[in-house]
């Protein structure tokens, strides 16, 4: 029997608005596979902000919806396993927004980022090099800030030793990278 181990794990990563959204849906649609999307901009919309206290539960939900979306990546009865799914952020990302806005990390999602981000099978860095789109749950427009935040978003990943592919280009180039990168894992 299958595990869900052997479902691999794509997220799509990066500072805020590099386009990490449209590409996960556009990437699950083109693989027809399932899409984990991410649960901190759902939990923003629904409670108009988010505090230190919410960095955990957010984690502990995007956790469960993948870890749910990787089973429900092996099939069924009669079902065709799809061996990938495509997760809209990771918890990394809100580990680096906690250290980020609040100067500090619940421990918990500290410990558990760093074994849960040795999961994915890749990771798609998303670059700065598109035009920032302005949306409330947006703080950081300013250029200076926008490399900043890249080098984190990074840094992250190179201190991890994660396996990455840097996205960068028009939103066809972005596609066209993120899919050729996609099928490279697939292909191992």
Do not use: N
Request: hydrophobic content about 40%.
């Amino acid at each position: 029997m299958a595990t869900d181990a052997t479902v691999k794990r794509i997220a799509v990563f990066g500072p805020e608005s590099t386009g990490k959204t449209r590409l996960a849906e556009k990437l699950a649609a083109h693989f027809r596979v399932p899409l984990v999307p991410e649960y901190a901009r759902e939990f923003w919309d629904r409670h108009g902000a988010i505090t230190l206290e919410d960095m955990l539960p957010i984690a502990r939900e995007q956790w469960r919806r993948e870890d749910e979306a990787a089973l429900l990546g092996l099939g069924s009865e009669g079902q065709a396993p799809v061996k990938l799914i495509i997760c809209d952020t990771d918890a990394l990302t809100t580990m680096l927004w906690s250290d980020l806005l609040y100067g500090t990390c619940p421990e918990e999602l500290r410990r558990v980022v760093e074994k849960r981000s040795k999961q994915y099978a890749l990771y798609l860095l998303l670059d700065i090099d598109v035009p920032f789109a302005s949306d409330p749950q947006r703080c950081f427009p300013d250029p200076a800030d926008r490399e900043k935040g890249m080098k984190i978003w990074r840094g992250a990943l190179e201190r991890r030793q994660l396996p990455f592919e840097l996205i960068q280009g028009d939103w066809a180039e972005r596609e066209q990278r993120a899919m050729a990168a996609i099928e490279r894992v697939l292909a191992d």
